[in-house]
């Protein structure tokens, strides 16, 4: 249940600094865990080097469905529409399998290698990795050095108070690490957080849900999607409850803080980055820890300068 005392902000910042040594301390003992339980897209194993344009083979309509979901197949023109729910490793396919092995720095084939599957089938979060109004600043300036990503929109100047909110069903122990996320952004950014116990009218909603829970983007049960959140100024942010979540960083488990801070990342207005030791890379490893880093922090700050 929610706390009935609120979250100020300084006592965000300083339980994020009492409890730093504690949180990585655990990371130390645990971020090489691997997990091997079965990915949704399990079934591109047996694709591995054995499908490419021109082929058909069963459950490739299911990856043109999700790289669609990513962002990296319009869904919305008709013509592609139609072929979507078919299973040819078509010029759609191939182009959107390009496009994700340039984003995330693998070789580009337009191929199922095995690189490339082994990437699509890590858990990650679920928010698009190419939006039709992302300012993909790690394409358009690259040579400044920057990686990140923005998404469109943001929160409207004057509106640097967030509450947040949780409701009544939601885990107890998510409340610290949220609170140490809250807190995180609140040092590199000009937002400040403040708990609400009225989770409809909070401006960030974070909650629990499994499979269709009404937003239009279902779980899809362990080891997928783990999380997702929305672009300013929706403001909710789910955790999928078939996975395993801990308040720290453990063998076999999705560290709570972590995933937290990268999707308050998106509610804020940031979206993915191709840098894996970023809080904004979109893949996360069972047992692993990850802060903001430079090129997160550059972003932030480059999106709210003030």
Not at 7 to 17: E, I, R
Not at 47 to 75: R, V
Not at 117 to 128: A, D, M, S
Not at 276 to 298: Q, T
Request: charged residues 20%; hydrophobic residues 30%; proline residues 7%.
């Amino acid at each position: 249940m929610a706390p009935k005392v609120s979250y100020t902000c300084s006592s965000m910042f300083f339980v994020l600094l009492s409890l730093s040594s504690l949180c990585i301390s655990h990371a130390h003992l645990s971020q090489n865990s691997e997990d091997k339980r079965p990915s949704p897209l399990g079934f591109l194993t047996k694709l591995i080097d054995t499908t490419h344009k021109g082929h058909k083979a069963g459950g490739l309509s299911e990856l043109k469905k999700y790289l669609a979901n990513l962002g990296y197949i319009d869904h919305t023109n008709p013509r592609i529409q139609t072929h979507l729910n078919n299973d040819v490793f078509d010029d759609t396919l191939e182009t959107a399998v390009r496009k994700y092995q340039e984003f995330y720095n693998l070789k580009i084939t337009g191929r199922l290698d095995q690189e490339t599957v082994k990437q699509l089938q890590e858990p990650r979060c679920g928010f698009p990795d190419f939006h039709p109004n992302a300012n993909l600043t790690s394409f358009a300036h690259n040579w400044t050095g920057a990686l990140y990503t923005y998404l469109g929109t943001a929160w409207p100047p004057g509106k640097r108070y967030l509450t947040f909110s949780y409701p009544k069903s939601f885990r107890s122990d998510a409340e610290l690490p949220m609170a140490l996320a809250f807190g995180r952004w609140m040092t590199v950014s000009p937002f400040k957080f403040g708990y609400r116990s009225d989770f409809g009218s909070a401006d960030v909603k974070v909650s629990f849900e499994r499979r269709d829970h009404g937003d239009g983007y279902p779980f899809d049960g362990p080891y997928g999607v783990v999380a997702h959140s929305f672009r300013p100024t929706d403001g909710r942010l789910h955790f999928d409850a078939d996975e395993r979540w801990t308040p720290y960083v453990a063998k076999e488990s999705f560290d709570l803080q972590t995933v937290g801070l990268h999707e308050l990342g998106h509610i804020l207005g940031l979206g993915h980055t191709p840098d894996p030791k970023a809080s904004m890379y979109a893949y996360f490893r069972p047992g692993e820890s990850r802060d903001l880093n430079e090129d997160d922090i550059r972003g932030i700050q480059s999106l709210y300068p003030n």
